[in-house]
Nanobody
Framework: QVQLVESGGGSVQAGGSLRLSCAASGYTFSSLCMAWFRQAPGKEREGVAGIFSNGDGSTRYADSVKGRFTISKDNAKNTLFLLMNSLKPDDTAMYYC??????????????????????WGQGTQVTVSS
């Protein structure tokens, strides 16, 4: 199982930016599909963005974050990132990174489905004030 440690959360005002990081260990990073999820109080965990660590680094985003969030990876550092710009109060949530051994599912919407992943980080809190 992959060990994942998130960092970079915090409190910002609306319109601000944050960059989340997720350090991975215990598995060959380039063999992983990885994604960011978030969960607000009283709501279900939802997929935010996903990326296939190998190949062309194809990405997928939830409609709510398209054009504002960017997922990326540094294979040399085994680290996943989420750059969040133009933050809104609705983005307030605990953010989690997740990883799973890659497969064909990495190339479609399943990459941001909760039930595709077995390895999860502990989460990092993002709070956006108006």
């Amino acid at each position: 199982q992959v060990q994942l440690v998130e960092s970079g959360g915090g409190s910002v005002q609306a319109g601000g930016s944050l960059r989340l990081s997720c350090a991975a260990s215990g598995y060959t990073f380039s063999s992983l599909c990885m994604a960011w999820f978030r969960q607000a109080p009283g709501k279900e965990r939802e997929g935010v963005a996903g990326i296939f660590s190998n190949g062309d680094g194809s990405t997928r985003y939830a409609d709510s974050v398209k054009g504002r969030f960017t997922i990326s990876k540094d294979n040399a550092k085994n680290t996943l990132f989420l750059l969040m710009n133009s933050l809104k109060p609705d983005d307030t949530a605990m953010y989690y990174c997740a990883a799973e051994e890659s497969g064909s599912w990495c190339y479609d919407d399943r990459i941001t489905r909760v039930d595709e992943y077995n390895s999860w980080g502990q989460g990092t809190q993002v709070t956006v004030s108006s």
